[in-house]
């Protein structure tokens, strides 16, 4: 069955527990902001186009208080990171306290701390709790930035408005984790709003709110376990690609390139660039067409487009991995499954499901019992396949959450 998502109260509850046990006192500031699922529009949002992502009820939750020493210490409460999870930095006068290292996850602080639009902050104390799956592709890494950031804004308030956040918490992902991500996962991360999927023009950074919240609908996140890491992965060759081809053809983004430019090039382009920029100028396309058709509740022609989404970045754009496909195709065997893809960067992570809500114990089911099969032909004695674990959850589309929390 669906794994249960832990609420805000209780990751607030347990970081605050934490907190008093480790500090001997009450934190006096919180922050908090979720994670993502991307419906439609993948490996668009570097190429200036479309993505449909939605605020997910997966969140982190940072908790903490000025210190007087000019100190910071940092604690996160996650058991999966395999790590120290407890971290004291000076930061007076040592210019190389906030460079990135190890341990990765406070890397994203020092990030958020040196793009900080008011920086430098003072000193802190702070414990960090997150329900977001670790490498699972739903922007555990987003959400702790933007938690963090928002976290220093009552510390030390700043001028600047959500975009600049958003903006400034992309920065620490490229700086401080050394991925050069789009603005999809920090943009969702700061707009997204319970209920609601969010198309974003990735151009003109303008979004507009497509509400989702109709009780008939489930959507369904399967977490394939294979651990996905953006940095090391193809993710930034692909970025590169993409803007290889804009320049082949003559465009500074692939936005700006339609399907008839690329056709009549593609006698000068090679196979493997003509392939990336192919999914990128549909897969906006189809975002466009997506977001249509979900405001008009067309649920059969998005998850049309889901699917062939998922094609694409399987055949021409090249990121799934067996796992995901499987996991694909398990769910749309189902009847009342409208459509399926992977979400998020790729190589692993999480597939997403929309369908009818009547037919989630039956899908789930059905996955479980396919990739039971899945694993038995490609057993763990075989290293070149990884047997995937599967974990589903259902998004729920009425949960709600702030912020700036009160404590
Ligand atoms: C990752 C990146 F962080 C996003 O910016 C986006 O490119 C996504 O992969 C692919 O759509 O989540």
């Known amino acids: 069955m669906a794994a249960r998502v832990p609420d805000v109260s209780e990751l607030l509850g347990s970081a605050r527990r934490l907190y008093g046990q480790v500090f001997g006192e009450e934190p006096t500031v919180a922050g908090c902001a979720p994670g993502r699922v991307n419906l439609i529009g993948e490996h668009t949002d570097y190429n200036h186009g479309f993505v449909l992502p939605m605020a997910l009820p997966f969140l982190t939750v940072v908790v903490g208080s000025q210190s007087s020493d000019g100190r910071l210490t940092v604690i996160t409460a996650a ?13 007076s006068g040592d210019p ?6 190890s341990p990765r996850w406070v890397s994203y602080v020092k990030g958020v701390m040196k793009h900080y639009r008011a ?29 963090f950031y928002t976290f220093l804004q009552q510390l030390k ?26 603005i999809m996962d920090q943009f969702v991360s700061v707009f997204g709003r319970e209920g609601h999927a969010l198309l974003i023009d990735c151009r003109s950074l303008e979004a507009t709110l497509v509400p989702l919240a109709d009780p ?35 465009r500074d983004s692939l936005r700006n390139v339609s399907i008839k430019d690329l056709e009549e090039a ?38 049309k487009l889901m699917v062939e989404s998922h094609t694409s970045l399987r055949d021409l754009y090249e990121v799934s991995c067996s796992e995901l496909d499987e996991l694909v195709s398990a769910a749309m065997d189902v009847e009342g499954v409208y459509g399926s893809r992977m979400t998020g960067g790729g190589f692993g992570g999480c597939t997403v499901t929309l369908l009818q809500a009547h037919a989630v114990h039956k899908v789930i089911l059905h996955i479980q019992v396919r990739i039971l099969h899945f694993n038995l032909r490609h057993g763990p004695e075989n290293y070149e396949l990884r047997t995937c674990s599967v974990r589903v959850f259902t998004v729920d589309l009425f949960c709600t959450w702030r912020a700036f929390l009160a404590l």
């Open 157 to 182: 308030p700043d001028d600047g408005d959500k975009l600049s956040k958003a903006l400034a918490c992309q920065q620490a992902e490229h700086t401080h984790a050394g991925v050069p991500c789009g």
């Open 79 to 91: 058991e999966e990171a395999d790590e120290p999870r407890r971290v004291d930095l000076d930061l």
């Open 96 to 101: 190389a306290a906030l460079s990135p290292g």
């Open 266 to 303: 593609k006698a000068r382009l090679d196979d493997v660039t003509y392939r990336r920029a192919r999914h990128v100028i549909e897969e906006i396309e189809r975002t466009v067409q997506a977001a249509e058709a979900l405001k008009r509740g067309s649920y059969k022609e998005f998850g």
């Open 216 to 250: 008939d609908l489930v959507v369904l996140i399967t977490n394939s376990n294979v651990k996905h890491s953006l940095a090391g992965s193809e993710y930034p060759v692909r970025r590169r690609q993409c803007e290889e081809a804009a320049s082949a053809l003559g």
């Open 119 to 147: 920086a430098p902050v003072p000193g802190f104390r702070a414990v960090v709790s997150s329900s977001v799956p670790l490498g699972g592709g739903l922007s555990s890494s987003a959400s702790l930035e933007v938690a």
